[in-house]
């Protein structure tokens, strides 16, 4: 008998000896707020919550990251239930745990699936080492508006990009299999289109068309599903006026039935409970019954309920009424059975049956290995991403540069030096900028530091506050802040140093959940205060802390060099230094196009052509609509030189695959870092295309001088998009432009025509 078989024998054991109750027990998440809700608050969940698990209904919590508590729960669990089936933990594991790495965002940046997975797979063993079983992440959605909050956790704006680094990641969390030693479960969320929300604005309503859907927002999601992924949770958000937690046509037709998805699949907090928010399930008992027939395996739930006056008080989720619904006819068992057996396949081939507590003393030794921090210092460095250096002021050339002013208010921030979505981390030994030039520098440089302008709080503050206990919400200001004596501290500070190092941004909880801006301006006086340093005619470098793009066409004028260094972890100080001092070197790319202003937004590269593309930069009357940097941009300290684009043929079939090369050369007495990046356009078929599409890239380190030649291919694959008009997946017979370089604009071409198949009609449609 196969292991497969034998796993499917003992879940079939345990749920014939299972009432409705604990059937629907198995799929019901609850919040364990430990340390976040007040002592007497505390109380009582704890009490209600222990009643549900030793009930056997309770089959998965999240938000427990104390390896001593989630013993004591497990305990519950195994030796005080019926049953003694283990609880499932989850967890926000979305950029590291104890050792935090660059925001999701700054990882896409770099460029480097392999990196990505790497970062995640010290983040599941980290995760593991407390008890945690399962990441809500990766975050896969698809965001080309940037005042989001949320594309801080995800890939940017490209379908191809944001499929490599969510498999990546899967892979990361995973490991080769469901079970693997050391690693946990990936989520990837949120199913489907939340980044599509009406102006930007987190859980508004999204309005997608099919071939959007299709063509952008679900190419991440299939690639996620292809590595394995063991759950997915679904979106707040409706599409086209249907919740995710009750869409049976993404759930099951396209999730389930197109993909093959076969792992869980949860809801986003009280998303079930939200059916009746949204206005389409009449009660608690119709949202457990619409989400459950749709395909929605499990239901995540704070353990409250909203009551008439808007108050919470304790209670079961949505699905603690699946038992009577399948009593009185409206939800066939067989449907709730095939939810629990999911589940409980998991729990058995992660090993919980056999291995359900944690050992706290290994636990501590995991959290605190150096290798971990030594990893996050490499991903900020080569998440990075160089907008800008004029004259070549970077690297600084520690024969003339002696003397280094740090200025701004997120130079010494710890929590802005993280990010947001950290809730285990240890803040203490965070490196900061001024930390980092402090030791890059060394005793023979003179750095100094002055915050020069506080930062400002939240106009409507973030509703994660008291989750993100050290966020800049919460942290205390060491003395009182006088503005103005501050800001000329700083001025007069930059004007006597060589060198003025500018950290600015946004704070950790401007941007994440409930985190949407209505501008992309830098907060506060921030802008003033670069103007006024770089009129002390000291050259300035910007280094930026933020989870989005910002609105730079002042700072461009003002600084010598930028350097977008996200949100970047744990080392992400150290790794700033030593990027600007040269001892690393930058070669992170953009994953979404950099807008000049607010007004522009959302601006892709991967548009379609439209009437009159020769004016397509000229579409507003007071600025040009083209991007300030452009997908794909990204500097290096050197220049690369790209040549000798061959194909190894001009005339290929609909099934076949285009094999390319293109030459790339370090014509520069530095080493350089690129990301080569490949580009298709198909000029004409049964919709239009878009005018570049990202088909393949390879990052790279040259050496002074070296060349090498790049291999890429081009599957059928890659020139296969939903038709609306077909109602299907399609091949077209057409003329196919190809570009290589170092970003979206990139002018080295080639042309190979795509002819109907000898062995296929001529109108073949791939399904």
Known sequence: ???????????????????????????????????????????????????????????????????????????????????????????????????????????????????????????????????????????????????????????????????????????????????????IIAGPKHFIGYGAALGGRDYDEVNLSESELRNVYLPPFAAAVEAGAGNIMTSYVGINGVPGAADRQLITEVLRGELGFDGFLVSDANAVLDLITHRFARDDHDAATRAICAGLDMEMSFGVRSAEDFTLKLGAGAFATLPDAVRAGSVDEHLLDEAVKRVLLLKLRLGLFEHPYVDEERAKSTLNSPGHREIARIAAERSAVLLHNEGGVLPFDRSVVRSIAVIGPLADDKPATLGPWVFAHDLETTVTVLEGMRRVAGADMRVEYAPGVPTPKRRIPSPFAALEQQSADTAPQSAPFDEQAEFERAVELASSSDIAVLVLGEAPDMNGEGASRSTLDLPGRQLELLEAVAATGTPVILVLLSGRPLDLRCAAKQAAAILAAWHPGTEGGLAIARLLFGDATPGGKLPFSWPRSVGQVPLIYSHLRSHQPQTSSMRYWDEESTPLYPFGFGLTYGEVAYSNLTLHSTLIDLDDTLKVNVEVRNISSRPVEEVAQLYLHQRYGRAARPVRELKAFERIRLEPGETRTLPFEIPASARRYWSSAEGAYVLDPSTFDVWVGSASTAELHAEFLVQESTSEPPTALLN
């Open 1 to 183: 008998m196969t292991t497969k078989e034998t796993l499917q024998q003992r879940v079939d054991t345990l749920l014939a000896a299972m009432t409705l109750e604990e059937k629907a027990g198995q799929l019901s998440q609850y919040f364990y707020l430990s340390g976040v809700t007040e002592p007497p608050e505390m109380a009582a969940q704890t009490e209600f919550l222990d009643s549900e698990i030793r009930a056997g209904r309770a089959g998965s919590l999240l938000f427990v990251s104390n390896p001593g508590e989630t013993n004591r729960l497990q305990h519950i669990a195994v030796e005080e239930s019926r049953l003694g089936i283990p609880l499932l933990f989850g967890f926000d594991v979305i950029h590291g745990l104890r050792t935090i790495f660059p925001v999701p965002l700054a990882l896409a940046a770099s460029w480097d699936p392999q990196l990505a997975e790497q970062v995640q797979t010290i983040a599941a063993r980290e995760a593991r080492a407390v008890g945690i079983h399962w990441a809500f992440a990766p975050m896969v959605d698809i965001a080309r508006d940037p005042r989001w909050g949320r594309i801080v956790e995800g890939a940017g704006e490209d379908p191809y990009l944001g499929a490599c680094m969510a498999a990546a990641q899967v892979r990361g969390f995973q490991g080769e299999a469901l079970g693997s030693p050391d690693r």
